[in-house]
């Protein structure tokens, strides 16, 4: 539809921003709707005065005070990302010891039982990586790229002792809702390791917790988040072990 | 990086220049966000899924997604704040979708803008927030039921406007009519008491 078309009927177009605004249309209608936002000016701005409305609802509901629980949780997984997620060399000792007791402290609560767990694991790896390059390393493999898209992806997998840091480059960037998987295979089975996102640049550096012993190779797949028990798509990586 | 950034340095950052700082992967700068957002973002989603441990997981997952993805919030189509309860929003009708499929249960009495509750004991800011939500309250009161229900309906049921013309047995173009009605009203209200941004101006 042209501009002159959408707004021939403008008292149905604005109930539909109106709805749009809201969130009430169905997909296709949305995505119908946005072509034309996308290219009229005056309906984006009715959409974003709209919106200021649609904005205040939600201090219309009823204020709780969340659970600490919360807190503690996600600033665990979020202090453990930061440091996987290429920071490690630029954080400040005072800094990681806090990171550490923090964690300590987190240990002390089964309810967090499982994010530790997880902090615990990647914890592990972040920790061969700060040790800085060389010192127990046992070796540096090239990871192959699988399929099309990741033809120029470059990887390495960086082993140490028993787990290992795998480095990428150039990866396909993700949907908003998919995260990268890195899977151990041993005896043909895939087993879940961590999950990784990209910084800006398409690289990242993914932790490949232990253990590592008689497993035959380290793949990474995209998979929906927060990531699965199983793999769902085909792997872009392959990285031989042993 | 900011390696010289006080923790109080932080505090007095803009939610956008923390959003820059958590782009960036600092964990520091995304517990500030936490702590300014947290409470609006659980509140949220307690009142869209009716359940506090559902609301926790919610909330968290909106918030990782924030960190995960800092990099897609756009300043120019709107806050931090608002662009973060939309996720926390989109995400807990999720949660509602996942949850009916298996026992639908949603009260369509339920007026979302009409529940009150006094406050136990309150830090400053929750008061503050509290006394916020009950002006807001107050304001969305004076809409005519018939538009705080259908907005209702859409923001905190997640139906769309076919499936709430259905629910109402009402046509199409009454529910959209409606919604539209009630947003410019309380737009025209409350934006201004609210000293809410953009409340200045006028529709085309
Ligand atoms: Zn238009």
Not at chain 1, 214 to 230: H, I, K, M
């Amino acid at each position: 539809m042209t501009r002159a078309e959408w707004h021939a009927d403008s008292e149905r177009l604005y109930d539909d921003l109106a709805a749009y605004a809201l969130g009430a249309l169905d997909a296709s209608e949305t995505a119908e709707l946005e072509c034309h936002i996308d290219e009229c000016e005056s309906c984006r701005e009715r959409v974003r005065s709209l919106r200021s409305a649609v904005d205040l609802l939600p201090a219309s509901v009823e204020q709780r005070t969340p659970p600490a629980s919360l807190r503690e949780n996600l600033l665990a997984t979020v202090r453990a990302e930061a440091t996987t997620a290429g920071d490690a060399a630029v954080r400040r000792e005072p800094e990681r010891a806090l990171w550490w007791q923090r964690l300590a402290g987190l240990m002390a609560r089964p309810a967090a039982a499982m994010t530790v767990l997880i902090v615990l694991t990647v914890g592990v790896a972040v920790g061969y990586l700060l040790r800085g390059s060389g010192e127990e390393t046992k070796g540096l493999v090239s990871a192959m790229p699988l399929g099309p898209q990741a033809a120029q992806v470059s990887a390495t997998l960086e082993r140490h002792g028993d787990s290992a840091t795998l480095h990428v480059n150039e990866m396909p960037k993700l949907d908003r809702d998919e995260v990268y998987a890195v899977w151990v295979k041993r005896a043909g089975v895939l087993e879940p390791r961590s999950t990784f996102v990209l910084g800006m640049d398409g690289s990242a550096e993914a932790a490949v917790p232990g253990p590592l012993e008689g497993a035959d190779a380290v793949l990474v797949t995209a998979e929906p988040r927060p990531g699965g028990p199983q793999p769902t798509t085909q792997p872009l990586l392959e990285a031989p072990l042993g | 990086m900011n390696p010289t950034l006080t923790p109080e340095a932080l505090q007095r950052l803009a939610d956008e220049d923390l959003m820059t700082l958590v782009e960036r992967k600092d964990a520091d700068a995304f517990a500030v966000l936490y702590d300014r957002h947290g409470g609006a973002a659980y509140s949220l989603a307690h009142r869209i899924v009716g359940d506090p441990e559902v609301a926790e997981d919610v909330t968290q997952e909106a918030f990782l997604s924030v960190w995960r993805s800092g990099a897609r919030f756009d300043a120019t189509r709107g806050s931090v704040r608002s662009w973060t309860l939309g996720i926390v929003r989109n995400r807990a009708i999720d949660a509602l979708r996942r949850a009916a499929s298996s026992a639908p249960k949603l009260d369509l009495d339920d007026d979302a803008v009409l529940d009150t509750k006094p406050g136990e004991q309150l830090t400053d800011s929750e008061a503050i927030r509290r006394e916020t939500s009950l002006r807001v309250r107050g304001a969305l009161g004076e809409l005519p039921a018939e538009q705080s229900e259908v907005i209702g309906l859409a923001y905190f049921g997640g139906f769309t406007h076919s499936e709430i013309a259905d629910m109402l047995g009402m046509p199409l173009g009454t529910v959209k009519g409606r919604m539209r009605l009630g947003l410019e009203k309380i737009r025209a209200t409350l934006a201004e008491r609210m000293g809410a941004k953009r409340s200045s101006e006028v529709l085309p």
